[in-house]
C-alpha cells in the first residue's frame, strides 16, 4: 500500500510533465506571417521545415518526399488552435499553401 501511495504522485507529474512538453513544442511549431511570406514555389520539404522550424504534421498517405502529391499542416498563424496552414507538395517540390479556420470545409 505505501508503494502504491509513493508511484501515484510519481505518475502524476510524469503525465504533468509530458503534457507540458508536448504543448510547448505545439506552440513553437506553427506558422506565422513571416514564415509564410519566407516560403518559395519549388522549395524542398527540408526547405520548407528549415523557414517553418519544425517537420509540421503529414495528413495525406504519402510524404512530401515522395514523388507523389502530399499535404503537409501546420498550426496558425493567428491561432494554433483555430487556424492551420497546409503546404501542398508536388513530386517533392512546394506547389501552393492554404490557411484556412479548423473545421471549414
Not at 504534421?57 to 491561432?79: F, H, K, L, M, Q
Amino acid at each position: 500500500m505505501t508503494t502504491k501511495r509513493l508511484l501515484m504522485p510519481a505518475l502524476g507529474l510524469l503525465v504533468l510533465g509530458s503534457s507540458v512538453s508536448v504543448s510547448g513544442c505545439a506552440t513553437t511549431c506553427s506558422a506565422s506571417a513571416d514564415k509564410l511570406a519566407a516560403l518559395r514555389r519549388g522549395m524542398t520539404y527540408d526547405e520548407t521545415v528549415q523557414v517553418m522550424r519544425c517537420p509540421g504534421t503529414v495528413v495525406t498517405a504519402r510524404g512530401p518526399s515522395t514523388a507523389d502529391y502530399a499535404i503537409v499542416e501546420w498550426n496558425g498563424p493567428d491561432s494554433p488552435f483555430f487556424t492551420r496552414t497546409r503546404l501542398d507538395f508536388l513530386d517533392g517540390k512546394l506547389l501552393s499553401y492554404t490557411t484556412e479556420r479548423r473545421g471549414a470545409l
